[in-house]
């Protein structure tokens, strides 16, 4: 606890003004960066001075820009629900890829994709929205329920035993209902297909799920020093859980109905920002935002670049920076 | 008391024998071409038609000798796995072993774009060792950074998923830019998938099966001084390390090859030694034949539910694995501290 009083509030401020600019310029790469490389300038002139007669002014517009936007929500979403659940469940390894949100997602987009064709662009949202979070509850249950609570190996494989079920039933639905394809281009499909209609619906859950989240950033860091020193505090534990999960439950549904399975970023940004900003989560929050949009605009730019022409899965790239910090948790780091 | 158990072993290993032979039948006389029990004895007594007899012979007789070969591959190595390592919920596919096998066989129809065709015997053959290599780096990889003074058993649980993790991020980019042909094969492949077979695949398989499995039999008196604990295992004077090593060699080569004849198939390690446990006890000379009968009948079932489920779609008989087992699975996680 001696720890945060080093963080002073100027210098945590510093950081995070940083941290925006830095944000800020990756965007303007991102943008700028693609199948076809578009000048820093006119990246510029196309926000500030649209001109619909220029082509590369529209190509930033209807795909770049959204695509660049799309990512920031879902990474600083994933990094806010990792780390409300961490500090609500003080385990390290807690976070939405680990607890089969993806998987609970892609089978409730398989199901209706195959029972109810008909139905419309915001109901496969919301199907998708409740198969994450019925993942999620499914293990969080395992966890609590069995001898020994919520451990990080009982979460940890609480999660493999859900995903790999899940994942296994919507391949067979998809494989009856020939949605391979589909399903695939849906699991591959990180941030390529995003347009305004993904922004929006991400903009309307999000300023719910951040509202929340910020409003009861003082009462997870209370929560996060342990359930019985809260209560003893005289805080309603029941009631910041349930609106926790709340917007645990709005910011992943909506991140990963957009930009499919993206591993591992929910993980390691509460890590990184708890290790730069201390332990009062009024700061992890919107830092932890800052950081994940920040880790995954620059994650979608790695996997536009390293395989180009081509699109390699951002999913697989933030995959391969998480693990090794996963590993490091797993040994036994970070924890106290 | 030692009598009572050999006896019990005995009706035990009868009663999976008939098992296994009873599903062999069913299996043989179901699918999308009818053919009824009766009909398959005659056809065996070469009094089939030749449209029996190929149907038989040369679609079903593979797939279901392979299962049987697979599962018992599968049961075995966990079954080592969770002996060596004093962790119930060890298993090939968990620890990540199966995906690394997986990878390896990728990058081997990635570089050689070598396909599976049946005349290419060359390549199959080749498959299951590079299957062991890429199985065997994974654990490599697992054990390394698992250790910390000593393996912990949670710690190489964790340290497994996260190679895991790795490995399977690796699979996506090397599939991704396969061409579309060898794409599907990979993927449908990786999904656990032994209706598509024919008899090269299991020629391939059986050196590994029919040497390591009775060599696992032979070490199983190690495998109870190691379950015991290091303490325990150093007091009785076996080499503990060397021997630990030598066991997990043979339960990589195993999962290795399995997976390289039939995909990753996940959770079958897992719970068929918790099965064989709860009928035969603790003792490893009665655990891996029984784990080894009745890994392979599971997979025999398992594939048969898998080709008649919801026909005309054949299933990956791994999707039918993951469904049936992970409740047992997750029963056994709440289970175990």
């Given at each position: 606890?001696?720890?945060?009083?080093?963080?002073?509030?100027?210098?945590?401020?510093?950081?995070?003004?940083?941290?925006?600019?830095?944000?800020?310029?990756?965007?303007?790469?991102?943008?700028?960066?693609?199948?076809?490389?578009?000048?820093?300038?006119?990246?510029?002139?196309?926000?500030?001075?649209?001109?619909?007669?220029?082509?590369?002014?529209?190509?930033?517009?209807?795909?770049?820009?959204?695509?660049?936007?799309?990512?920031?929500?879902?990474?600083?979403?994933?990094?806010?629900?990792?780390?409300?659940?961490?500090?609500?469940?003080?385990?390290?390894?807690?976070?939405?890829?680990?607890?089969?949100?993806?998987?609970?997602?892609?089978?409730?987009?398989?199901?209706?994709?195959?029972?109810?064709?008909?139905?419309?662009?915001?109901?496969?949202?919301?199907?998708?929205?409740?198969?994450?979070?019925?993942?999620?509850?499914?293990?969080?249950?395992?966890?609590?329920?069995?001898?020994?609570?919520?451990?990080?190996?009982?979460?940890?494989?609480?999660?493999?035993?859900?995903?790999?079920?899940?994942?296994?039933?919507?391949?067979?639905?998809?494989?009856?209902?020939?949605?391979?394809?589909?399903?695939?281009?849906?699991?591959?499909?990180?941030?390529?297909?995003?347009?305004?209609?993904?922004?929006?619906?991400?903009?309307?859950?999000?300023?719910?799920?951040?509202?929340?989240?910020?409003?009861?950033?003082?009462?997870?860091?209370?929560?996060?020093?342990?359930?019985?020193?809260?209560?003893?505090?005289?805080?309603?534990?029941?009631?910041?859980?349930?609106?926790?999960?709340?917007?645990?439950?709005?910011?992943?549904?909506?991140?990963?109905?957009?930009?499919?399975?993206?591993?591992?970023?929910?993980?390691?940004?509460?890590?990184?920002?708890r290790f730069i900003m201390g332990t009062d989560y009024r700061w992890i929050i919107p830092?932890?935002?800052?950081?994940?949009?920040?880790?995954?605009?620059?994650?979608?730019?790695?996997?536009?670049?390293?395989?180009?022409?081509?699109?390699?899965?951002?999913?697989?790239?933030?995959?391969?920076?998480?693990?090794?910090?996963?590993?490091?948790?797993?040994?036994?780091?970070?924890?106290? | 008391?030692?009598?009572?158990?050999?006896?019990?072993?005995?009706?035990?290993?009868?009663?999976?024998?008939?098992?296994?032979?009873?599903?062999?039948?069913?299996?043989?006389?179901?699918?999308?071409?009818?053919i009824s029990p009766v009909e398959v004895v005659q056809t065996i007594l070469h009094d089939?038609?030749?449209?029996?007899?190929?149907?038989?012979?040369?679609?079903?007789?593979?797939?279901?000798?392979?299962?049987?070969?697979?599962?018992?591959?599968?049961?075995?190595?966990?079954?080592?796995?969770?002996?060596?390592?004093?962790?119930?919920?060890?298993?090939?596919?968990?620890?990540?072993?199966?995906?690394?096998?997986?990878?390896?066989?990728?990058?081997?129809?990635?570089?050689?774009?070598?396909?599976?065709?049946?005349?290419?015997?060359?390549?199959?053959?080749?498959?299951?060792?590079?299957?062991?290599?890429?199985?065997?780096?994974?654990?490599?990889?697992?054990?390394?950074?698992?250790?910390?003074?000593?393996?912990?058993?949670?710690?190489?649980?964790?340290?497994?998923?996260?190679?895991?993790?790795?490995?399977?991020?690796?699979?996506?980019?090397?599939?991704?830019?396969?061409?579309?042909?060898?794409f599907r094969q990979a993927t449908v492949w990786l999904s656990g998938d032994i209706w598509?077979?024919?008899?090269?695949?299991?020629?391939?398989?059986?050196?590994?099966?029919?040497?390591?499995?009775?060599?696992?039999?032979?070490?199983?008196?190690?495998?109870?001084?190691?379950?015991?604990?290091?303490?325990?295992?150093?007091?009785?004077?076996?080499?503990?390390?060397?021997?630990?090593?030598?066991?997990?060699?043979?339960?990589?080569?195993?999962?290795?090859?399995?997976?390289?004849?039939?995909?990753?198939?996940?959770?079958?390690?897992?719970?068929?030694?918790?099965?064989?446990?709860?009928?035969?006890?603790?003792?490893?000379?009665?655990?891996?034949?029984?784990?080894?009968?009745?890994?392979?009948?599971?997979?025999?079932?398992?594939?048969?539910?898998?080709?008649?489920?919801?026909?005309?779609?054949?299933?990956?008989?791994?999707?039918?694995?993951?469904?049936?087992?992970?409740?047992?699975?997750?029963?056994?996680?709440?289970?175990?501290?």
């Amino acid at each position: 606890m001696l720890h945060t009083i080093n963080h002073s509030t100027f210098l945590r401020l510093l950081i995070n003004i940083f941290s925006f600019i830095a944000l800020l310029l990756s965007i303007g790469f991102s943008i700028a960066l693609g199948a076809v490389d578009i000048h820093l300038n006119t990246v510029w002139n196309a926000l500030f001075h649209f001109d619909s007669e220029v082509t590369s002014h529209q190509i930033i517009q209807e795909l770049r820009l959204p695509r660049a936007f799309a990512a920031v929500l879902v990474g600083a979403f994933l990094a806010i629900s990792g780390a409300i659940m961490q500090g609500m469940t003080r385990n390290p390894l807690a976070s939405p890829s680990i607890m089969g949100v993806t998987e609970g997602s892609a089978l409730a987009l398989v199901i209706m994709l195959a029972f109810f064709p008909a139905a419309s662009n915001s109901g496969l949202i919301i199907a998708s929205f409740i198969g994450a979070g019925l993942a999620v509850t499914m293990v969080f249950m395992i966890g609590s329920f069995s001898k020994g609570g919520l451990t990080q190996v009982k979460l940890a494989l609480g999660g493999v035993a859900i995903s790999t079920m899940l994942s296994s039933i919507s391949s067979l639905i998809s494989l009856h209902f020939q949605l391979e394809r589909q399903m695939g281009f849906w699991m591959a499909g990180g941030l390529a297909d995003t347009n305004w209609n993904s922004i929006q619906l991400l903009l309307v859950c999000g300023a719910i799920g951040l509202t929340l989240a910020i409003s009861m950033s003082k009462s997870i860091t209370i929560l996060s020093l342990g359930d019985d020193i809260a209560s003893g505090l005289g805080q309603n534990n029941m009631l910041i859980k349930i609106l926790g999960i709340f917007s645990v439950l709005l910011l992943t549904g909506a991140a990963v109905s957009i930009a499919g399975p993206v591993g591992f970023i929910g993980l390691i940004v509460p890590h990184i920002t708890r290790f730069i900003m201390g332990t009062d989560y009024r700061w992890i929050i919107p830092s932890s935002a800052i950081f994940g949009g920040l880790l995954l605009v620059l994650a979608d730019v790695v996997s536009r670049l390293v395989n180009a022409p081509y699109e390699t899965p951002v999913g697989a790239i933030t995959s391969l920076i998480g693990v090794p910090f996963f590993l490091y948790l797993a040994r036994g780091g970070g924890t106290k | 008391m030692k009598k009572i158990h050999k006896s019990k072993f005995r009706w035990t290993v009868f009663i999976l024998v008939i098992g296994v032979i009873i599903s062999f039948f069913l299996s043989l006389s179901t699918g999308i071409i009818a053919i009824s029990p009766v009909e398959v004895v005659q056809t065996i007594l070469h009094d089939g038609t030749a449209r029996q007899e190929m149907v038989l012979f040369d679609f079903r007789l593979p797939g279901i000798i392979l299962a049987l070969f697979i599962g018992a591959g599968l049961a075995v190595s966990g079954s080592i796995l969770q002996g060596v390592t004093q962790n119930e919920l060890a298993d090939p596919g968990i620890l990540g072993i199966n995906t690394g096998a997986g990878l390896a066989v990728v990058l081997f129809l990635f570089f050689f774009q070598g396909d599976l065709e049946p005349t290419n015997t060359s390549s199959i053959f080749l498959l299951p060792i590079f299957a062991f290599i890429g199985a065997l780096v994974a654990a490599g990889f697992i054990y390394l950074l698992a250790w910390k003074k000593g393996i912990d058993p949670i710690r190489l649980v964790l340290v497994g998923i996260g190679i895991n993790a790795a490995f399977s991020a690796f699979l996506v980019i090397f599939q991704l830019k396969m061409d579309p042909q060898n794409f599907r094969q990979a993927t449908v492949w990786l999904s656990g998938d032994i209706w598509n077979t024919n008899w090269m695949f299991v020629l391939s398989i059986l050196p590994w099966i029919i040497t390591l499995i009775p060599v696992t039999i032979s070490k199983a008196k190690t495998l109870d001084v190691l379950t015991l604990g290091d303490e325990v295992a150093a007091g009785l004077g076996s080499k503990i390390e060397k021997e630990r090593v030598t066991l997990l060699f043979l339960a990589v080569a195993l999962a290795g090859a399995s997976v390289a004849a039939g995909g990753a198939i996940a959770f079958l390690g897992l719970i068929v030694p918790h099965i064989t446990r709860k009928i035969i006890g603790p003792l490893h000379q009665y655990i891996i034949p029984i784990s080894t009968l009745i890994g392979g009948l599971l997979l025999i079932i398992a594939d048969m539910i898998a080709k008649n489920l919801l026909q005309p779609t054949q299933m990956p008989v791994g999707i039918i694995v993951s469904i049936l087992s992970a409740p047992y699975f997750i029963y056994l996680l709440m289970k175990t501290k």
